[in-house]
């Protein structure tokens, strides 16, 4: 009697049984909500000072990473424009102004880069037109590095598009670049050809053939021939009763006297 009473002791009562079965649905309920709970790793951003996982660089592990979309036609015009001038000149107050007056008379000596054309000459103009120009604190640089563009067109226009950008911030570097595209080494040779080969014309009086040689030095400054030999050059290329008449004047020998006194006679002699 005594072990059966221990027996129904340890059954469950059909109330007990209800609340466990409820106990392992409420289990199994949890369960599911918290897996659903879990967040997917592979859609998760990458937080911050880790790197990211096999998932996030291509989906599943062991794939390449993916690539953002690219538009075939994307780089078939630009999508942003900078400055992009070589000429870069100074800045300014804000009260400066170029006359309208100024940029017409700068604007009628344009220079189009024609072989025809001399770069010596295009500069003096330009300098000159500049030269009306007059406002304090504002230098040269600044003035004629902005108006420079303006003189130019073609030819001369094209090579100012190619300039580097930024790489000419002075009025000097400007001149220098402007005269190495456009004062070539064939036109130079052509000049010192005109220099050394000087002849007086017949007919040609003195002082023409005398101009007509210094517009030679002129249009060519870096021809590189000393005074004594330009002298020397001239006093060969006249005529020859020009040559006597300066033997006479020399007491008897021209190119034996100094470089100061064979400039006094042709000066004298104009």
């Known amino acids: 009697m005594h072990t059966r009473s221990k027996g129904r002791d340890n059954l ?4 007990d049984l209800d609340k466990a079965e409820q106990n392992k649905r409420s ?11 879990v967040p997917d790793m592979a859609a998760q951003p990458q937080q911050e000072g ?6 996030q660089q291509g989906g599943q592990r062991n794939n390449p990473p993916l690539r953002p979309h690219r538009q075939i036609g994307a780089g078939d015009a630009p999508n942003t424009h900078e400055n992009r001038q070589g000429i870069a000149p100074p800045n300014v107050h804000n009260n400066f102004e170029i006359k309208p007056h100024i940029l017409h008379q700068v604007q009628q000596k344009i220079y189009h880069g024609l072989p025809e054309e001399d770069p010596l000459d295009h500069l003096d103009e330009f300098d000159r037109a500049c030269d009306l120009i007059t406002q304090n604190g504002v230098s040269e640089d600044a003035t004629k590095l902005r108006l420079f563009p303006f003189s130019l067109d073609g030819k001369a226009r094209q090579w100012e598009k190619t300039i580097p950008r930024g790489s000419i911030t002075s009025w000097d570097q400007c001149k220098k670049a402007f005269l190495a595209k456009f004062f070539s080494s064939v036109r130079t040779a052509s000049f010192r050809t005109n220099i050394s080969s000087f002849a007086q014309k017949h007919g040609e009086s003195f002082t023409d053939a005398w101009e007509r040689f210094k517009g030679y030095q002129s249009k060519c400054p870096h021809h590189g021939f000393s005074q004594e030999s330009l002298l020397s050059t001239l006093y060969r290329g006249v005529l ?21 006194d064979g400039l006094f006679w042709w000066k004298t002699w104009q």
């Not at 880790?50 to 998932?55: A, K, R, S, V």
Request: proline share 10%.
């Open 12 to 15: 469950l009562s059909t109330s």
């Open 240 to 260: 020859p009763r020009f040559r006597q008449m300066l033997d006479t004047a020399s007491q008897g020998n021209f190119l034996a006297r100094d470089v100061d």
């Open 27 to 37: 289990r199994r309920v949890t369960s599911r909500t918290r897996r659903q709970e």
């Open 50 to 55: 880790f790197p990211p996982g096999p998932e």
